[in-house]
């Protein structure tokens, strides 16, 4: 199901190093990403950083793994941004 939209999610990651490496690996593949603050970090989420891509894809997701950046879930942001 490759491109499959996914809507307005916050991608976590263990910490805000990975966000920003995350973050920077996204603008250079063409996606508009930002960093937030998770709005209900869970126990052992670490910083309570997510990524916010516009247009969410399974690449993106693709993209982080492939370059070392762990994936520890999502966050649906609703209309929160």
Known sequence: MEGFFMGKKGIKVNSVTLAMKGRDLLLKNGYKAYL???????????????????????????????NGIKVIGTVDLGDAL
């Open 36 to 66: 937030t603050r998770n709005p209900a970090p869970g126990k052992g989420e670490g910083c309570g950083y997510l990524i916010y891509v516009n247009d969410l894809d399974k690449r993106c997701f693709q993209l982080l793994n492939n």
